[in-house]
T-cell receptor, first 118, second 113 residues
Framework: AQKITQTQPGMFVQEKEAVTLDCTYD???????LFWYKQPSSGEMIFLIY??????QNATEGRYSLNFQKARKSANLVISASQLGDSAMYFC???????????????FGAGTRLAVHP | DSGVTQTPKHLITATGQRVTLRCSPR?????VYWYQQSLDQGLQFLIQ???????AKGNILERFSAQQFPDLHSELNLSSLELGDSALYFC????????????FGQGTRLTVV
């Protein structure tokens, strides 16, 4: 069964430094996608970055990059040059291969709360 | 703005009551997913609809039901509400961008008193 594990309940980082949030996953499906979301205190789920299981390169989106190590089944999120506004809950999620014309549900990890200190 | 619209944003109701949460997916997305986020259970998948048909079911209680209408908007009905149903309910949609993104609405915060 598919499973997402985030082992860091909380992390803190100094402003302008980089931080890595850990995520490991388990699936027997060779085709899957990995997602990271940010949830600020206001509650909305903000999509950050996506990595496909067949993608050869690590995904990057601005200050966010995904360190994808397929053999180790890990998909860590790296935030460079942290900002105060990065303080939030971060969720890793996985979606197994889709069906004709559509896509399956996301399975979420428990999340990591990141605090950025000035 | 994710393009997924949920109403209402907040809902306070009493135990035993019934409520309806509404979701409009992004234009062109055929799949709608409902998730529940509670403090003790985290983010749990409830149910998925694809082009009007139920596609997948998660840990959805029998007191809960959903449907997707021909215009693709969806409603989640919660009945015989209990205190433990208090949670943030999210709707998400996908399809248009080839599965590399999944966009969430802003959520409905339900408080059962």
């Amino acid at each position: 069964a598919q499973k997402i594990t985030q082992t860091q309940p909380g992390m803190f980082v100094q402003e302008k430094e980089a931080v890595t949030l850990d995520c490991t996953y388990d699936t027997s499906d060779p085709s899957y996608g990995l997602f990271w979301y940010k949830q600020p205190s206001s509650g909305e789920m903000i999509f950050l970055i996506y990595q496909g299981s067949y993608d050869q390169q690590n995904a990057t989106e601005g200050r966010y990059s995904l360190n994808f190590q397929k053999a180790r089944k890990s998909a860590n999120l790296v935030i460079s040059a942290s900002q105060l506004g990065d303080s939030a809950m971060y969720f890793c999620a996985m979606r197994e291969s889709g069906f004709s014309g559509g896509y399956n549900k996301l399975i979420f990890g428990a999340g990591t709360r990141l605090a950025v200190h000035p | 703005d994710s393009g997924v619209t949920q109403t209402p944003k907040h809902l306070i109701t009493a135990t035993g009551q019934r409520v309806t949460l509404r979701c409009s997916p992004r234009s062109g997305d055929l799949s709608v997913y409902w998730y529940q986020q509670s403090l003790d259970q985290g983010l749990q998948f409830l149910i998925q609809y694809y082009n009007g048909e139920e596609r997948a079911k998660g840990n959805i209680l029998e007191r809960f039901s959903a449907q997707q209408f021909p215009d693709l908007h969806s409603e989640l009905n919660l009945s015989s509400l209990e205190l433990g149903d208090s949670a943030l309910y999210f709707c998400a949609s996908s399809g248009l961008t080839g599965g590399t993104e999944a966009f969430f609405g802003q959520g409905t915060r339900l408080t059962v008193v």
